[in-house]
């Protein structure tokens, strides 16, 4: 794959209680979501008051783009485990480190 220029970062909040059913859900769905044209990288992170963020890092825009009804798709099938639909926002990479 190339070198990622864009990342979809998503804010959520679960439910109440809801913490162990959406993990398992998205581990379910892992396959569904590393196959989304051009991912590179899924990082899921929730806090213990049990707000999250969504970070997808894709080869492009256009990619991210090509992708956004199978995401309405899977977030739809999270609806249960859900305060409220999330709105994911796009940008750039500028500048992406690892160890």
Same mark, same amino acid.
């Given at each position: 794959m190339g070198k990622a220029s864009f990342?979809? /970062?998503t804010p959520y909040q679960l439910k109440p209680g809801m913490r162990d059913v959406a993990t398992k859900k998205i581990n379910g769905m892992k396959g569904?979501?590393?196959?989304?044209?051009?991912?590179?990288?899924?990082?899921n992170v929730?806090?213990?008051d049990n707000s999250g963020y969504i970070v997808a /890092?894709?080869?492009?825009?256009?990619?991210?783009?090509?992708?956004?009804?199978?995401?309405?798709e899977i977030w739809g099938s999270m609806a249960d485990c859900l305060q409220?639909?999330?709105?994911?926002?796009?940008y750039d990479?500028?500048?992406e480190w690892e160890n």
């Open positions: 990342a979809r /970062v569904q979501i590393m196959a989304l044209h051009g991912m590179q990288r899924f990082l929730v806090n213990s /890092v894709l080869d492009s825009e256009e990619a991210s783009n090509r992708n956004m009804a199978k995401v309405r409220e639909m999330p709105t994911p926002m796009g990479v500028v500048l």
